[in-house]
């Protein structure tokens, strides 16, 4: 990514990325479409109200896996391959030690975390049968992210997404499997989501492992470098502690909705997972940005990293304001794949059609807080997040509850309001960071002849 047209090799990066990260969302989409037609609401509720328990410990590791990404494109872009060697062999093992933690921890929560969110009765026993399982078989999907972001690092986005599409399509078939034919339940859901996850950790393994380039797994020269894990550390663990306590808080979220009962809930659910598509193409230009910022920066072209991050944001924009707009007009009949039940189908539209039109503002500080990522700088894009999304969020819904009876409306704002806090700080930030402050006469190179026809 260090020469060549800009947007072109964003968008080809971003595409693999964003079809995965589409079959990665079908993983629970699945699970609530099926536990919707075919088990009820309250198991759409079980299932889809856990998500904040379990992001709050896949947060934690995605961040690590983050650092990890910027180390190992650094050291790619930079053709340093003693270094890049030691990253992914650190990164390798440091994986299998978060999959034992996480598993232990995981399990050990459940109930606490359920009861503290105030979980409805009619819901608690099914959310903590799948939330036990899932923490169980959490190895799969640790293993498949740190794997496949260490293909990206390098400029491979394509066979993590093919890994993905099959693991996802057994997903389907685990799920119908379970659900349908021999009547598990939430249980059948959450086996049939973790099985598809060994799948594709299996297969990235498989992968890394069967290659001779410098990245390639060698097992018995897995170790911890003490140099590479501090760098992992340094730059995956402010990201990591951000999302794990962003998703903290939104445990808190989650129980002034569970007020308005397992109705509302489901449909906060389903809300949920039509979110999840619409940002897809914002997150992949994320992914991608970061990459294309840490290589950049790895090969000392500043200007065209700015540059970079400049396109990505234009582009993310865009998509999302188009997506955004199809999903608001298309809520009714979206809302109906996931429940045939009129009331929690009331209450997603009422969701879609209240948070939806405010996406485009997270355009700003994914873009933003990866390309802050990508040259290393984790810290500044974490504090702002844990202020924008957590103090600030907390303080908003608790003045809502209290001042407006917790309104409907408003603790449904309470989302596009820590956007928008998050947004014009990142910006701040970035326009002070040394990726803007720095003249373009200090990159090594002039602006390659290709994009001259931009």
């Given at each position: 990514?260090?020469?060549?047209?800009?947007w072109k090799?964003l968008?080809?990066f971003s595409?693999?990325?964003?079809?995965g990260l589409?079959f990665?969302?079908?993983?629970?989409?699945v699970?609530?479409?099926?536990?919707?037609?075919?088990v009820?609401?309250?198991?759409l509720?079980?299932?889809g109200?856990?998500g904040?328990?379990?992001?709050m410990?896949?947060?934690?590791?995605?961040g690590?896996?983050?650092g990890?990404?910027?180390?190992?494109?650094q050291?790619y872009?930079?053709?340093?391959?003693?270094?890049l060697?030691?990253?992914?062999?650190?990164?390798?093992?440091?994986?299998?030690?978060?999959?034992?933690?996480?598993?232990?921890?995981?399990?050990?929560i459940?109930?606490?975390?359920l009861?503290f969110?105030?979980?409805p009765?009619?819901?608690?026993?099914q959310?903590?049968?799948y939330?036990?399982?899932?923490f169980?078989?959490?190895?799969?999907?640790l293993v498949?992210n740190?794997?496949s972001?260490i293909?990206?690092?390098v400029?491979?986005s394509?066979?993590?997404?093919?890994?993905?599409?099959?693991?996802?399509?057994?997903?389907?078939?685990f799920?119908?499997l379970?659900?349908?034919?021999?009547h598990?339940g939430?249980?059948?859901?959450?086996y049939?989501t973790i099985l598809?996850?060994?799948?594709?950790?299996l297969?990235?393994?498989y992968?890394?492992?069967?290659?001779?380039a410098?990245y390639?797994?060698?097992?018995?020269?897995?170790?911890i470098r003490?140099?590479?894990?501090g760098r992992?550390?340094?730059i995956?663990l402010?990201?990591?502690?951000?999302?794990?306590v962003t998703?903290?808080?939104?445990?808190?979220?989650?129980?002034?909705?569970n007020?308005?009962?397992?109705a509302?809930?489901?449909?906060?659910s389903?809300?949920?997972?039509?979110?999840a598509?619409?940002?897809?193409?914002?997150q992949?230009?994320?992914?991608a940005s970061?990459?294309?910022?840490?290589?950049?920066?790895?090969?000392?072209?500043?200007?065209?990293?700015?540059?970079g991050?400049?396109?990505?944001?234009?582009?993310s924009?865009?998509i999302?304001?188009?997506l955004?707009?199809?999903?608001?007009l298309?809520?009714?009949?979206?809302?109906r794949?996931f429940?045939?039940d009129?009331?929690?189908?009331?209450?997603?539209v009422?969701?879609?059609?209240i948070?939806?039109?405010?996406?485009?503002?997270?355009?700003?500080?994914?873009i933003?807080?990866?390309?802050l990522?990508g040259?290393?700088?984790?810290?500044?894009p974490t504090i702002i997040?844990?202020l924008?999304?957590?103090?600030?969020?907390q303080?908003?819904l608790?003045?809502?509850?209290?001042?407006?009876?917790?309104?409907?409306y408003?603790?449904s704002?309470?989302?596009?309001?820590g956007?928008l806090v998050?947004?014009?700080l990142i910006?701040?930030?970035?326009?002070?960071s040394a990726?803007?402050?720095?003249?373009?006469?200090e990159?090594?190179?002039?602006?390659?002849?290709?994009?001259?026809?931009?």
């Amino acid at each position: 990514m260090t020469q060549g047209v800009i947007w072109k090799q964003l968008l080809e990066f971003s595409i693999p990325m964003a079809v995965g990260l589409l079959f990665q969302q079908f993983y629970n989409t699945v699970d609530t479409i099926v536990v919707g037609q075919f088990v009820g609401k309250e198991a759409l509720a079980a299932v889809g109200s856990t998500g904040s328990i379990i992001n709050m410990l896949v947060g934690l590791c995605a961040g690590l896996s983050t650092g990890a990404s910027v180390v190992i494109s650094q050291c790619y872009g930079a053709h340093d391959n003693q270094r890049l060697h030691d990253a992914v062999h650190t990164t390798i093992l440091l994986t299998f030690v978060m999959c034992v933690a996480a598993t232990a921890v995981g399990v050990c929560i459940v109930p606490a975390m359920l009861r503290f969110m105030a979980t409805p009765q009619d819901v608690f026993a099914q959310a903590q049968q799948y939330l036990t399982i899932y923490f169980a078989g959490i190895a799969g999907l640790l293993v498949y992210n740190m794997g496949s972001g260490i293909l990206r690092a390098v400029g491979d986005s394509r066979r993590p997404l093919y890994f993905l599409c099959f693991s996802a399509l057994i997903n389907i078939v685990f799920d119908l499997l379970f659900v349908v034919a021999f009547h598990m339940g939430v249980a059948g859901v959450a086996y049939a989501t973790i099985l598809s996850q060994f799948l594709s950790a299996l297969l990235v393994l498989y992968s890394l492992s069967h290659t001779d380039a410098p990245y390639g797994i060698r097992w018995k020269k897995l170790c911890i470098r003490k140099y590479v894990l501090g760098r992992i550390l340094s730059i995956g663990l402010p990201s990591g502690i951000q999302q794990a306590v962003t998703s903290f808080s939104n445990v808190f979220v989650q129980s002034y909705i569970n007020v308005f009962g397992s109705a509302c809930m489901a449909g906060w659910s389903s809300y949920n997972k039509l979110d999840a598509f619409v940002l897809i193409p914002m997150q992949s230009i994320a992914l991608a940005s970061t990459t294309f910022v840490g290589q950049n920066y790895g090969a000392k072209k500043l200007a065209r990293a700015r540059r970079g991050s400049g396109q990505a944001l234009a582009m993310s924009i865009a998509i999302t304001a188009a997506l955004s707009l199809a999903a608001v007009l298309c809520a009714r009949p979206l809302m109906r794949f996931f429940t045939p039940d009129e009331e929690v189908i009331a209450y997603g539209v009422r969701f879609v059609t209240i948070i939806t039109p405010f996406y485009f503002l997270c355009c700003f500080n994914q873009i933003y807080a990866g390309a802050l990522r990508g040259i290393g700088n984790a810290t500044a894009p974490t504090i702002i997040m844990l202020l924008s999304f957590v103090a600030f969020r907390q303080l908003y819904l608790f003045a809502n509850s209290r001042l407006w009876d917790n309104s409907f409306y408003g603790m449904s704002l309470a989302y596009p309001l820590g956007w928008l806090v998050c947004s014009v700080l990142i910006t701040i930030c970035y326009r002070c960071s040394a990726l803007c402050r720095t003249p373009a006469q200090e990159e090594s190179q002039a602006p390659e002849a290709e994009e001259g026809a931009q």
